[in-house]
């Protein structure tokens, strides 16, 4: 660690004997409110010593502990499917022959484009063969020579607008509902957007499937691709809450690291409720208190570092 980094350990036997009479809870998420005052005695000799210019250069994030809200989440899992608006077959409106051909899989076509040329049987009259709406041409079945006969000449897809779509499992389905916030990743790309259908699945399968409508004009989004859903189900108001990584283990207890001037100091938090980004503070800090959002871990090393120091 920098040598800048000063570490002040006063009284690390009578830490010891504090925490070992206490009988400090395994190290978990969620802790207790038991013996917190004791904690706070434990710790207040703790400090970590470090300049404002030091910690930007490690990357040291502190914010004020915040008022707010918790989103409750559930996770359902799906892929990208076409929006059925933007999709379409195209037939030729007589049966004839495909006398020319002018578009291929894969071209980019705009809406009215000629894709073919067919001459029907009984005008033996020659008519362009168009596309409804401008997209990208997934599938050819004309080729010049044969006979349209009422057959899938093209499929065209535009894919500026796509659907998540999420499967919700028997368990789910009481807290999932339409018109709900749901937040979609894929490849570290996340949008937030609404579930706006929920539908029985296709072959009688033992789940329901959730729509929601995704803008993709950056194509970040493609088809058929394996997305992650997280459904708010519940939104909860909480006095204080932290962001989960400023929360660290440290002799069995859960800490967060308090800034005071230059001095940052473990102080044991009672936790309550969290969602994915944010956990409730029920005791231990105030709302005026500025704490390290990011990067707290290297304050523990540090502590961790000095104990070690100490037992040799």
Known sequence: MNKNILIKKQNTLLVFIVCSALGFFSSTTIQAAEGEHGKEEAYKDER????????????VMTQSVQTGNLNITTTVYGNIVTDPASLSHVRARFDGMVTKVNANLGNNVKKG???AVVESNESLKSYPVTAPFSGTVIARHANEGELSNGQVLFSIA?????????KVFPQQLSDIA???????????AALDTTIQHILPSPDEKPYVLAYAKISN????????AAIKGLVTINTIDVAMMVPKASIQEFEDASVV??????????????????DNHN????????IADVIVSQNSYLFKADLEKSEAGHDH
């Open 48 to 59: 970590v010593f470090m300049s404002d210019s030091l910690a930007q250069k490690m990357g």
């Open 113 to 115: 484009e000629t894709l």
């Open 158 to 166: 535009n894919y500026d607008d796509v659907w998540a779509q999420l």
């Open 178 to 188: 339409e018109q709900q916030p749901v937040q979609l990743s894929l490849s570290g």
């Open 217 to 224: 004009t950056s194509g970040q989004w493609p088809v058929g």
């Open 257 to 274: 690291f308090v800034k005071e001037g230059d001095e940052y100091r473990p102080v044991p938090v009672t936790l309550g409720q969290q």
């Open 279 to 286: 956990i409730e503070v029920l005791s231990g800090l105030h």
